[in-house]
């Protein structure tokens, strides 16, 4: 491979006087003589200059938005204004030519993220989504630093699993059958079963408690990987496979465990407010644009800047699940009969609107809420003195609603077996994870963060399908 040099790196002009060699995709071609290239190393272009008249007419014609071309020449301070320097080249070679007519990102206009979710293979090519996957890497790369760094051990756990950790039934069968011959029952209904090697097993839903299992030697572990939930739910924060980081931690309780989801948050914010400034800046003002579309009263006040910062200078809200319900119902929006799901009583939980009200219009702030009723917690949650509650905890942030899910877990085997039997759930398929009770048990704690939904708060863009390279929601699986 020739020596090349990303864009990124030339616009600091430290190596004017140099020979350089480029490679990129063409963003736009103006007067015959002046190339903004990019390869996406940053949404700044390099601005190639053509010597136009010494240039064979032919070669000029294949120079069109979307060809990939190489170019040498030498870097030089530009006199011209909106860039710090440029490129006269001295070669340019077309890699790849760019039919300008089927070119699909030819649109003068900014086109829609509507457009582009269409185009979604494409997308890339795009100021907006280059932004979006550079910041998504960077917080991938902090939250790895971050554990890395207090000393956790990164656990894969499985992608196939015969459990589901949630045990709220939303999960992807993964099936072997021979479509030819299909296992049946005796009554002759699919023998579902059967459907891996002769074992029922789905894609995991969590990592959790495999991850659990890490931890009761390790004691620090934390997964980071792609989930999968079977829910038809066609909204802005859900999808149907996600990527989350799981924590979890020998020896924590339920405040240790929300002091590090607060500590991570905030440390991965800062971190990618520092590698990808100029990122953030493009989308602060990409959403402000958007704002102004918007009827003044329904503007956000603050930029997304702002927001990010304001996040990390803050401590976050802690209350209780009980305290919210209180909160939530005697707030003057409710006496308004506005909130769509009253809040009947206590033990009901807590809709996505409650959510929003507390964080946005409450506290304005982020929220971490625990300690919610049993009943509407998962199996492997504390349970609290008062027989009523779990130790549990949500991470609420504004604009997204949850965005991390947690517990402190239940430690103690007779409790436990308790919990299962009262909600049918078979103990003999999780003999391993009751095995962890039985064989030192210790008290333990781990939260999920949902990694798109952090995303989505830091780019300040308003659908989760925008911040996946390829999302995976209800007919959705082309590429
Ligand atoms: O609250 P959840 O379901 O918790 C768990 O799975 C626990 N086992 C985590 C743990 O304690 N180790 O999911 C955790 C987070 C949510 O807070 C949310 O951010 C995200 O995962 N999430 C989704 N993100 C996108 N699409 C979906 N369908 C999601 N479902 C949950
Ligand atoms: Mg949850």
Redesign the pocket.
Known sequence: MSSRTKIKALLTGTQTGTEVTVKGWVRAFRQNRFIALNDGSTNNNIQIVVDFENTDPTLLKRITVGAAISVTGILTVSLGQGQSVEIPATTIEVLGDCDPDAYPLQLKNRPSLEFLREKAHLRFRTNTFGAIFRVRNTLSFAIHQFLQEKGFVYLHTPVITASD??G?GETFHVTNFDLNNIPRTETGEIDYKQDFFGRSTNLT?????E?ELGAMALSDIY?FGP?F?A?N?NTT????E?W?I???MAFYDLQDNADLAEGMLKYVISYALDKNKEDLEFLSQRLADEEKQKPQNERSEMSLLDKLQFCLDNDFMRITYTEAIDILRDSSHNKKKKFQYLIEGWGADLQSEHERYLVEKHFKKPVILTDYPKEIK?F?MRQNEDGKTVAAM??LFPG?G??????QREERLDRLEQRMDELGIPKDELWWYLDTRRFGTCPHA?????????VLFVTGMGN?RDVIPFPRFPKNAEF
């Open positions: 950790a949630e709220a839903v969590s990592g959790q408690l991850g997964t989930t939930r829910e739910s924060r859900h999808l149907a996600f989350m799981e924590p979890e998962s492997y949500d991470i997204i949850e965005i991390v899910g947690g517990s781990g939260f999920g963060l949902g990694f798109e939904r952090l989760i």
